[in-house]
């Protein structure tokens, strides 16, 4: 029989056990053993039962242990411990507080996600776990952060599988009240309620939650509040669910609303209000123009409310593909955001602007949230290396006539964090184990792999249907003893779940091989509206399922952050192998690698960045290894060639060095793979520290917040209106700007030798103060292109002018300090000291075709 109602009724704890409240809603336990073990110790089954959140454990404790343990003196003195341990992380100076410099007062950062914990479901994947990471790490280095999400009452989907291995979604209801979550209320009692106008009369209205993640605050926002109409009470429903209009009320919500209520949790709490605003991923873009609306509340006009709000705001962008940016209607996102919507006031055009891809190719009836999120900060990154040249290519049409490498978006690699990834087993290591001892390690934690594979595997047959009596077999499943390879993600078609089965009679003998066996472990969840992933999923079961490797390779369901923990720690070895250069990041590897698990991976995102022969193995592309070229998959021939050659590689790979190096038990007597142990030591003791969150949120800190907040200082209203003013004139004059003539004297093009550079520019109406005129030089290819990385930028100066045509004398020497084919142009930019980057106006002048090509491009050989 169904209720027709839900409520929790909260447990109440004996006076000398109130700590474990607090412990319990402070999500540090989530990363911090001791809190764990004193939970485990209340109630060891119950624990179990309620999965580790002790959130569910106390609620379901029986009233007479909840005595028992408020007698026992030495429970209390445990309690007494860990509580006021977290009253010191909570208020004791952390790295934050004692760096130098003017730091920022405090950070928002928003995001669709955040993957804090099992017990908080409110991820699907990546972006959801980075964030997470990202706030856990802020609270360890006593990083100011507010973090602002949305609170989805079903959260992502849980998967199960149909007994022909069709993935089956299911959506849990979740009660926030029954989740380490409390309410955002007003000084009298009453609720926190952020409001959004929406076209026709309606509103939506949404409740805070916050979730305290160590020192961090998480604000999610709820739309299941009563007043709310059905269809305004859903927004929250699901995350990534629903139609378009469904997505861009949730962002709107997210982005509008967060901002209200990031200004009402600071007015409530006395919290510093935020001077930089992190945007994670396109999905929050939406709050940059409520904090433009908030200054045009108070008169300021448009445009110097853009540069105010710029100042302060940074953009990361996660998706090196056009096709994984969110982009809605002009016309839906022009009805909720004009007078009848969200901004009255604001000028829609204007807005609409922002979102235009105006670049070749573009769509110019979309609006594109990635594309508002460049032009709404100032600083914009990608989340590793390779992503970053990735996104400078994929973005350059917003700066047409400048160089990608020139292209104002710059990289910092994402960190995974270290007390929630990494088994306690690892942790308790002493400094310079022996190889018995890190044998040992990797063989008990590959132990406790194979018994949750089981137990897993157990229950997923279950639910598909079958019997007690038919499932003698898992006892059998995986050996402790074999290689072990854990593959594990979201299920897109670029991520190639089923490449290492592209041969299955080689793959088959890859697993039952006589001496040297492998077994692969496989987990991961497609997009409930993506048959084609369903599709590999069902096509990975069906192998695993045959009799005959089904002790060698399982398919867990239902992928998540309690199974991954397993996963990382138990894995010999991390394989993926995207389509490079498609993986942002891809962070799973790292924390595979913080507990000694060597990676196996296409050299993409962060291993492309990281890798060594001493961390594990690079997988051969099949592209010439550059950005932008090579087969990427789009045609269908190109896509079969490349996945036959790169899952050859694998299996070679697999066959020729992985496993014989694992099953080498050594020349010297020992009996241990010495090689292999070798690769775990400087895989925990060099690549761990690179990888580590920690280091991430110190970049973001050092390279993008502290700039911002100091951009954001410097930009109050009257200095963002005269710079909004110089932007406007600029733009007005540039059609105006024109290189005249160039010419160079040289008396010898021989290595030590330079160059005295001569140029004429008509500035129109601008002043010489308005630009930087320079000379940009550097080796040249075949067809007189200056090769970006390699270019050096030299600033002439004003030395005449203007003459009788308006135009002014540029000079300089340009240095002749490199052999071979040699080149220089020149070229105009805009130039002003509050610019944070020479391209931000997405301005340049060059020098006119019929200038004359050798005297244009100056090249000169030698």
């Not at 169904?2 to 009724?9: D, E, G, H, L, W």
């Not at 934050?96 to 920022?104: F, K, N, V």
């Not at 919500?253 to 006395?270: E, N, Q, S, W």
């Not at 690549?687 to 993008?704: F, I, S, T």
Request: proline content about 7%; aromatic content about 8%.
């Amino acid at each position: 029989m169904k209720a027709i109602r839900r409520f929790s009724v909260r447990p109440v704890l004996p006076e000398p056990l109130r700590p474990l409240g607090d412990l319990a809603h402070n999500l540090r336990w989530s990363w911090h053993t001791e809190t764990r073990e004193l939970f485990r110790s209340v109630d060891p089954d119950g624990w179990r039962a309620a999965a580790g959140d002790p959130v569910r454990l106390l609620g379901a404790v029986p009233a007479g242990r909840l005595r028992e343990l408020a007698q026992d003196r030495g429970f209390l003195r445990r309690l007494a411990v860990v509580a006021g341990d977290l009253q010191d992380y909570l208020t004791e100076p952390r790295w934050y507080q004692r760096a130098e410099g003017e730091l920022p007062a405090a950070i928002a950062y928003f995001s669709p996600e955040f993957g804090i914990t099992a017990a908080l479901p409110q991820y699907s994947g990546g972006l959801g776990i980075l964030a997470g990471d990202h706030l856990k790490a802020a609270s360890d280095l006593g990083v100011p952060l507010i973090g602002v999400g949305l609170l989805y009452r079903h959260g992502y989907f849980r998967q199960s599988l149909s007994r022909d291995g069709w993935q089956q979604e299911h959506y849990p209801v979740l009660d926030p009240n029954e989740m380490p979550l409390e309410l955002l209320r007003e000084p009298g009692g009453a609720p926190t309620r952020v409001e959004l106008r929406l076209p026709g009369g309606r509103t939506l209205r949404a409740h805070v939650w916050r979730a305290r993640v160590g020192r961090v605050p998480l604000l999610l926002l709820d739309s299941d509040v009563e007043e709310n109409a059905p269809r305004e009470r859903d927004v929250t429903d699901r995350l990534y669910g629903g139609g378009s209009e469904h997505r861009l009320l949730q962002e709107m919500l997210l982005g509008i609303g967060g901002v209200r209520a990031v200004r009402a949790y600071c007015r409530v709490t006395g919290h510093p209000d935020p001077e930089v605003f992190h945007t994670n991923e396109g999905h929050a873009g939406f709050l940059g123009l409520e904090r433009i609306r908030e200054l045009s509340e108070r008169g300021v006009p448009f445009d110097t409310a853009l540069e105010a709000v710029r100042a302060g705001t940074v953009f990361t962008t996660h998706t090196p593909v056009p096709a994984g940016i969110d982009r809605f209607d002009r016309d839906l996102v022009a009805r909720h955001l004009g007078d009848d919507g969200e901004l009255p006031g604001v000028d829609v055009e204007r807005v609409l602007r922002l979102g235009t891809e105006t670049y070749p190719g573009g769509a110019p009836d979309l609006f594109n949230m990635a594309v508002m999120g460049l032009r709404l900060a100032q600083r914009a990154n990608g989340v590793s290396t390779l992503h970053g040249a990735v996104s400078r290519e994929m973005f350059s049409g917003l700066w047409p006539g400048f160089d990608t490498t020139e292209v104002p978006i710059a990289s910092v690699t994402n960190g995974v964090h270290a007390p929630t990834w990494t088994a306690d087993e690892v942790r308790a290591l002493r400094d310079d184990p022996g190889d018995a001892e890190l044998w040992e390690l990797r063989r008990t934690l590959r132990e406790h792999l194979v018994h949750e594979v089981r137990r897993r595997l157990y229950a997923s047959w279950r639910q598909r249907g079958a019997s007690h009596a038919e499932l003698g077999w898992i006892d059998g499943v995986l050996d402790p003893e074999v290689l072990t390879v854990g593959f594990a993600r979201r299920v897109p078609s670029y991520k190639r779940l089923t490449l290492m089965l592209r041969d299955r009679e080689r793959f088959t003998d890859l697993l039952l091989h006589p001496s040297r066996p492998v077994q692969f472990v496989v987990a991961g969840k497609a997009h409930p509206a993506d048959d084609g992933g369903k599709r590999l999923i069902q096509e990975l079961v069906r192998f695993a399922d045959d009799p005959r490797v089904r002790h060698r390779i399982v398919f867990l369901p239902d992928y998540g952050m309690g199974m991954a923990q397993r996963l990382y720690t138990g894995c010999d070895v991390w394989l993926n192998n995207p389509l490079r250069p498609l993986e942002a990041c891809g962070t799973s590897g790292m924390k595979a690698a913080l507990n000694g698990c060597l990676n196996l991976s296409v050299l993409d995102g962060w291993w492309d960045e990281w890798y060594e022969p001493d961390f594990g193995w690079a997988i051969p592309t099949a592209d010439d290894g550059t950005v932008g070229d090579g087969p990427l998959g789009d045609d269908p021939e190109n896509r079969e060639r490349r996945d036959a050659i790169e899952a050859a590689a694998l299996y070679e790979l697999l066959e020729e060095h992985v496993a014989p190096c694992f099953y080498d038990r050594g020349v010297t007597g020992s009996g241990l793979p010495e090689r292999w142990i070798e690769m775990v030591r400087q895989t925990l003791g060099r690549l761990g520290p690179k990888v580590l969150a920690d280091r991430m949120v110190r970049e973001y800190v050092e390279r993008l917040y502290t700039p911002a907040a100091r951009a954001h200082r410097t930009l109050d209203v009257p200095t963002a209106g005269r710079l909004a003013e110089w932007k406007a004139r600029v733009r007005a004059g540039w059609p105006h700007v024109a290189i005249d003539h160039v010419e160079s004297v040289c008396e010898s093009v021989e290595l030590g030798g330079s160059l005295a550079l001569r140029v004429r520019v008509a500035l129109g109406g601008l002043e010489p103060g308005d630009v930087e005129v320079q000379a940009v030089a550097g080796r040249v290819d075949e067809s007189d292109s200056i090769a970006g990385a390699d270019a050096v930028r030299v600033p002439l100066k004003v030395s005449d002018g203007p003459d009788e045509n308006g135009s002014w004398l540029y000079e300089g020497p340009l240095a002749l300090d490199r052999t071979g084919s040699f080149g220089y142009t020149v070229r105009v930019l805009p130039a002003h000291p509050l610019l944070a980057s020479p391209a931000e106006l997405g301005l340049v002048a060059l020098p006119p075709d019929d200038l004359g090509a050798r005297e244009a491009a100056g090249v000169l050989m030698r």
